[in-house]
């Protein structure tokens, strides 16, 4: 019996692919959100079904780290009393000379190692990190990071990013991350539309799948109602993947600066002292540790204890990245690095010869806008609330890609089946539904695509590239039949 209707689900009859139904705008609109639905899910789909894949694996990074990396990130035996920043540095200097001193970060946790970072010039961009034990000053390891990443979440982050492709690899993630929201909205139009109108009254139609339906209508339930309870993740997903996207990211940039949302930048010159620049003639040197030039000499590792004893009276608590100062004009700087949610991201700079702040900047002073992206960037990356975050980031990459398997599963049971008229996968929805728009709904939604394609670069150029490829079919198809008249 289920053979049977299978069967005929199958053999439906479709569409033909080059008119649209015609009808009151609405429809019109029904139609059109359906073939750029069913379009962007095929040809973009196959980017988020990696993008979703390489994030699943960067969500479980902090496990991952601690897997490969343990015997260094970890103390052997947590104990009662931390040694001074000096003693620590001395033991990581005595292992590892080379370099100089970047900075050194204090331990998040109890039974977490002090890290020491140098900036070597052989490693480029990149630093040695060297971990330390905080109650016996006993150096643990060392490892090659960037940015205070591991090796492996390096690697991890690059796969999700680029797929170890470099800036052009970017190209993929800012495509899926650009498509992502359209493909959503569309599908939730499309869904409740479709469920409200054919399966029932209440909600129950809406939020969950007809266990009773075969075939296609089967795949499409579980398709639609899975996408529609991870809708709010995807949109977030989508929208704080382009923050820092390539071309999406610098429009994001470009908003921040006209409605100065950036966050608040630390003051390090020293009250009175000349710019290194005015007093050497020069540009002031590029950050230390990070592909700037490298001091010459070690900073007083006591210097340390002193900056950091001045950051605790300030009001600084927990781990803190306390790094030189860049030359005789600039102050230390000492900055809260807790990522977890309530986040904590104060910064002082600190003048250690009189022991004193000389300015300060505060979480609390970020401009809305500025919250908003690093908090979502953190929730992103599934720091922001502990393991509850990279369950939820878990359950979305996965929910995305039974979403994506479901959508190319329903174009393979559309295919006609009919001994006289048989297709390896279903048709596209009918062209042409445009034509049926009233004229301000088309007006107003060119100017919405135009607005999109300056915000979203990427998303504009491959919708347009869309329309191309898709009037040339069209233009290939109606030319056709003259051809074989001729």
Same mark, same amino acid.
């Given at each position: 019996?289920?053979?049977?209707?299978?069967?005929?689900?199958?053999?439906?009859?479709?569409?033909?692919?080059?008119?649209?139904?015609?009808?009151?705008?609405?429809?019109?609109?029904?139609?059109?959100?359906?073939?750029?639905?069913?379009?962007?899910?095929?040809?973009?789909?196959?980017?988020?079904?990696?993008?979703?894949?390489?994030?699943?694996?960067?969500?479980?990074?902090?496990?991952?780290?601690?897997?490969?990396?343990?015997?260094?990130?970890?103390?052997?035996?947590?104990?009662?009393?931390?040694?001074?920043?000096?003693?620590?540095?001395?033991?990581?200097?005595?292992?590892?000379?080379?370099?100089?001193?970047?900075?050194?970060?204090?331990?998040?946790?109890?039974?977490?190692?002090?890290?020491?970072?140098?900036s070597v010039p052989e490693l480029g961009d990149k630093q040695r990190t060297v971990f330390v034990d905080p109650y016996t000053a006993k150096v643990r390891g060392d490892l090659t990071t960037s940015w205070g990443a591991t090796p492996?979440?390096?690697?991890?982050?690059?796969?999700?990013?680029?797929?170890?492709?470099?800036?052009?690899?970017?190209?993929?993630?800012?495509?899926?991350?650009?498509?992502?929201?359209?493909?959503?909205?569309?599908?939730?139009?499309?869904?409740i539309g479709r469920a409200r109108g054919k399966r029932a009254r209440s909600a129950r139609g809406v939020l969950l799948p007809d266990r009773t339906a075969r075939g296609v209508r089967r795949t499409r339930g579980f398709h639609a109602?899975?996408?529609?309870?991870?809708?709010?993740?995807?949109?977030?997903?989508?929208?704080?993947?382009?923050?820092?996207?390539?071309?999406?990211?610098?429009?994001?940039?470009?908003?921040?600066?006209?409605?100065?949302?950036?966050?608040?930048?630390?003051?390090?010159?020293?009250?009175?002292?000349?710019?290194?620049?005015?007093?050497?003639?020069?540009?002031?040197?590029?950050?230390?540790?990070?592909?700037?030039?490298?001091?010459?000499?070690?900073?007083?590792?006591?210097?340390?204890?002193?900056?950091?004893?001045?950051?605790?009276?300030?009001?600084?608590?927990?781990?803190?990245?306390?790094?030189?100062?860049?030359?005789?004009?600039?102050?230390?700087?000492?900055?809260?690095?807790?990522?977890?949610?309530?986040?904590?991201?104060?910064?002082?700079?600190?003048?250690?010869?009189?022991?004193?702040?000389?300015?300060?900047?505060?979480?609390?002073?970020?401009?809305?806008?500025?919250?908003?992206?690093?908090?979502?960037?953190?929730?992103?990356m599934g720091v922001l609330f502990g393991v509850a975050n990279q369950i939820v980031l878990a359950i979305v990459a996965l929910g995305l890609i039974l979403v994506i398997i479901w959508g190319y599963r329903m174009w393979w049971q559309?295919?006609?089946?009919?001994?006289?008229?048989?297709?390896?996968?279903?048709?596209?929805? #009918?062209?042409? /539904?445009?034509? %049926?728009?009233? @004229? !301000? *709904? +088309?007006? =107003?939604?060119? #100017?919405?695509? /135009?607005?999109? %394609?300056?915000? @979203? !670069? *990427? +998303?504009? =150029?491959?919708?347009?590239?869309?329309?191309?490829?898709?009037?040339?079919?069209?233009?290939?198809?109606?030319?056709?039949?003259?051809?074989?008249?001729?």
């Open positions: 019996m289920s053979s049977t209707i299978i069967d005929q689900e199958r053999q439906r009859p479709v569409a033909p692919p080059t008119e649209a139904p015609a009808g009151r705008s609405r429809q019109a609109v029904r139609a059109l959100l359906l073939r750029l639905h069913f379009y962007a899910g095929v040809f973009v789909a196959p980017f988020l079904l990696v993008a979703a894949l390489t994030g699943l694996i960067y969500t479980f990074v902090p496990q991952l780290d601690q897997a490969v990396y343990g015997d260094r990130l970890r103390v052997e035996q947590v104990g009662d009393q931390v040694r001074p920043l000096s003693e620590q540095i001395a033991a990581a200097r005595a292992a590892h000379p080379e370099g100089t001193l970047a900075s050194v970060t204090t331990p998040a946790k109890p039974e977490d190692t002090t890290r020491v970072v140098l492996l979440k390096t690697w991890l982050g690059d796969l999700h990013k680029n797929l170890q492709l470099g800036e052009n690899g970017r190209l993929y993630s800012e495509v899926a991350a650009s498509w992502l929201w359209v493909i959503v909205a569309g599908g939730l139009v499309l869904w109602v899975t996408g529609l309870w991870l809708a709010l993740g995807l949109f977030f997903l989508s929208a704080t993947g382009l923050t820092w996207s390539h071309y999406s990211g610098d429009r994001f940039g470009q908003l921040l600066d006209a409605a100065k949302g950036h966050a608040p930048e630390l003051d390090t010159q020293l009250p009175g002292a000349r710019p290194a620049a005015v007093q050497e003639g020069g540009e002031h040197a590029g950050h230390l540790g990070h592909g700037g030039a490298a001091k010459s000499a070690d900073p007083d590792p006591a210097a340390f204890d002193a900056a950091l004893a001045t950051a605790r009276e300030s009001g600084l608590g927990g781990t803190v990245q306390v790094t030189p100062a860049a030359d005789a004009s600039s102050a230390w700087v000492v900055a809260q690095k807790d990522d977890v949610w309530p986040v904590h991201y104060d910064q002082v700079a600190v003048d250690t010869a009189k022991g004193e702040v000389t300015a300060h900047t505060r979480w609390a002073d970020y401009p809305l806008l500025a919250k908003f992206s690093k908090l979502g960037v953190q929730a992103h559309r295919r006609p089946t009919r001994t006289d008229r048989t297709a390896r996968l279903g048709r596209a929805p #009918a062209r042409g /539904a445009w034509r %049926g728009l009233p @004229l !301000p *709904v +088309l007006l =107003v939604g060119v #100017a919405a695509l /135009a607005a999109l %394609g300056w915000a @979203l !670069p *990427v +998303l504009g =150029v491959t919708l347009l590239a869309f329309l191309v490829v898709d009037a040339a079919v069209g233009l290939v198809r109606r030319t056709r039949p003259a051809e074989r008249n001729a």
